[in-house]
C-alpha cells in the first residue's frame, strides 16, 4: 500500500525565516509526486509536479526538490500570505494518487 | 476555464439523515474523483469515475455511500445514512482523459462541509 508521511504536522516561522518541509513516501512504481497549497475552506490548489529523482521545479519564494525516498519543499523568505497548508501526494500505478496529512505553515509578520 | 463547481458549500444534517453532493467537472476532463477530507487529515479517495464508468471504488464504504456520475459529466455522492464520522469536507477533482507526463493532474473543487449532529 502506498504511504505518505509529512512532516513537521505544523510549522510556525517568523516572515523572512527560510525552511524546509518534508515529504517521505513509498509507493510501487511512481509515476509523479504532487505538492499542492490548501487554504482554509478551499479545495487543495496545484503547486508542482516531480517526476523523477533529481528533479527541481520552483515558484516564487517555493522550490520542490524529489529523491526516491523523499521530497522537499523549500520556502524562502516566506511572506504572511504563504501560511496555507500544504500537502503532498503520490501517484502510483493506474494513477492511484495518495495524500499526506499535510504540514499547516503559519508565517507571522 | 471555469473551475470545478461543487454543491451544497456547506450541509448540517442529524445523524440517520441522507444527504447528496454534486460535482461538475472542469469541460472536457472525463476523470472524476470523489474524496473525503476529515479535519486535521489528507483528503481521501473514495471513487474515481472514466467517463461514466467507476475505476476505483475500494475505499467507499458501499453500505451508507453510493455515487454516480450519469452521461459522463456530472455527478452525485449520496450518503444514506448518515453517521457522526461522516462529518468531513468532502472534495470534487477532475483531471483531463489523457497524462501528461505520465500522470494525470488533478484539479480540486471548493468542497462541501458536512456536519453531522
Known amino acids: 500500500e502506498d504511504q505518505v508521511t509529512q512532516s513537521p504536522e505544523a510549522l510556525r516561522l517568523q516572515e523572512g525565516e527560510s525552511s524546509s518541509l518534508n515529504c517521505s513516501y513509498t509507493?510501487?512504481?511512481?509515476?509523479?509526486l504532487f505538492w499542492y497549497r490548501q487554504d482554509p475552506g478551499k479545495g487543495p490548489e496545484f503547486l508542482f509536479t516531480?517526476?523523477?529523482a533529481g528533479e527541481e521545479k520552483e515558484k516564487e519564494r517555493l522550490k520542490a526538490t524529489l529523491t526516491k525516498k523523499e521530497s522537499f519543499l523549500h520556502i524562502t523568505a516566506p511572506k504572511p500570505e504563504d501560511s496555507a497548508t500544504y500537502l503532498c501526494?503520490?501517484?502510483?500505478?493506474?494513477?492511484?494518487?495518495?495524500f499526506g496529512i499535510g504540514t499547516k505553515l503559519q508565517v507571522i509578520p | 476555464e471555469a473551475g470545478v463547481a461543487q454543491s451544497p458549500r456547506y450541509k448540517i444534517i442529524e445523524k440517520r439523515q441522507s444527504v447528496a453532493f454534486w460535482c461538475n467537472p472542469i469541460?472536457?476532463?472525463?476523470?472524476l474523483y470523489w474524496y473525503q477530507q476529515i479535519l486535521g487529515q489528507g483528503p481521501k479517495l473514495l471513487i474515481q469515475?472514466?467517463?461514466?464508468?467507476?475505476?476505483?471504488d475500494s475505499q467507499l464504504p458501499k453500505d451508507r455511500f453510493s455515487a454516480e456520475r450519469l452521461k459522463g459529466v456530472d455527478s452525485t455522492l449520496k450518503i444514506q445514512p448518515a453517521k457522526l464520522e461522516d462529518s468531513a469536507v468532502y472534495l470534487c477533482?477532475?483531471?483531463?482523459?489523457?497524462?501528461?507526463?505520465?500522470?494525470?493532474?488533478?484539479?480540486f473543487g471548493p468542497g462541501t462541509r458536512l456536519t453531522v449532529l
Open positions: 469541460s472536457g476532463h472525463a476523470t
Open positions: 501526494a503520490v501517484a502510483g500505478g493506474y494513477q492511484k494518487v495518495t
Open positions: 469515475f472514466q467517463n461514466n464508468g467507476v475505476v476505483d
Open positions: 516531480l517526476y523523477s
Open positions: 509507493v510501487s512504481g511512481l509515476r509523479g
Open positions: 477533482a477532475s483531471s483531463q482523459p489523457w497524462a501528461a507526463g505520465g500522470v494525470r493532474l488533478q484539479y
